[in-house]
């Protein structure tokens, strides 16, 4: 199936062709699906960057039913804009790697478009992948998210890498503001596109164990946002604990601990009386929030337990 590529170079005809024959430093990909409502702020960020040498954005739609493209087509005249189709498989994933094999420069950073990156952050990350091969960003939860969510919510990447949840394995980093020498991304295969979740948790892991190391840039700063839908972040939990076990089924034997569900029930009961105890309703909001949280990981747990 080919893809349909929608090239956008900021500038007159003449800069145009000398922008299109100069390769680029780094590509910048963003998977967006149904991003019309956050991609502007994202697009915003990018087109505000001050990074001297050449660089091209790649836009992969996995197939948007809103006005995701035309909003990016908006960005055409600041940005070094590629829109590219990426329906062909639903997923983050499959819109990643399609992204990347549209990529033209040695370095890639994956940004998504529900983020904003903050100034200086892709300078940031160039000169941290020229010393080493797999970088992650800083997150910031302040910014694009209310005080309620900001107390609910764990953002690890704030102060350093990811650790898997209550395992003693391998680091990792969300893919949003990831980062990467093309070499190695070639190397491990790109991202796993049978995996709806956690797939960035892969590729990271994949990345160490090939014997590339994985470094926090903690001058690369992105805003994260926080889903703000109760029922979605709910169901987002489930799905990561369900594929918590396929992770754990793929890296058991290379060191991945299994999940203790009683340590999982003890939490919960330990979030149920915090509930209970709340003495007021923003406190109680947000624990019930951390509660319904760790709740749909479980289920999510046992879902890929009874599926195995």
């Known amino acids: 199936m080919s893809t349909t590529l929608e090239q956008y ?3 007159d005809v003449a800069t145009t062709l000398v922008a299109v024959a100069t390769t ?12 019309e409502d956050t991609i502007a702020v994202q697009l915003e960020a990018l087109a505000s960057q001050t990074f001297d040498g050449a660089w091209e954005l790649i836009v992969a739609d996995n197939g948007s039913t809103d006005g995701t493209r035309t909003a990016a087509r908006r960005y055409a005249g600041r940005l070094p804009l590629h829109l590219i189709d990426a329906s062909r498989v639903r997923g983050a994933a499959h819109a990643r790697n399609v992204g990347a094999s549209h990529a033209r420069a040695p370095l890639l950073a994956f940004v998504d478009a529900d983020d904003e990156v903050a100034p200086g952050w892709l300078a940031s990350i160039v000169t941290a992948l020229d010393m080493h091969p797999v970088v992650a960003s800083k997150f910031d939860k302040n910014r694009l998210n209310p005080p309620a969510l900001r107390g609910s919510r764990r953002l690890a990447q704030e102060v350093g890498l990811g650790a898997h949840d209550y395992a003693d394995f391998l680091p990792h980093a969300s893919g949003s503001g990831l980062a990467i020498q093309r070499s190695v991304h070639a190397a491990i295969g790109g991202f796993d596109e049978s995996l709806l ?5 892969d590729y990271c892991w994949r990345a160490q164990l090939a014997g590339f190391s994985l470094h926090f840039e903690h001058t ?4 994260y946002r926080f889903r703000t839908s109760t029922s979605r972040s709910i169901a987002q939990a489930f799905l990561y604990g369900r594929y918590d076990g396929h992770l754990y089924n793929r890296y058991a034997k290379k060191g991945m601990r299994h999940v203790s569900l009683w340590r999982d029930l003890r939490v919960i009961a330990e979030r149920t009386i915090g509930v209970v105890m709340s003495r007021t309703s923003a406190i109680r909001a947000k624990r019930g929030r951390l509660l319904a949280n760790r709740v749909g990981i479980v289920v999510g747990r046992l879902e890929s337990l009874r599926s195995k």
């Open 220 to 223: 690369a700063l992105v805003h």
């Open 24 to 35: 680029p430093r780094i590509s910048v990909i963003m998977p967006v699906y149904n991003g």
């Open 9 to 11: 170079v900021p500038g």
């Open 197 to 201: 979740r956690l797939q960035d948790t």
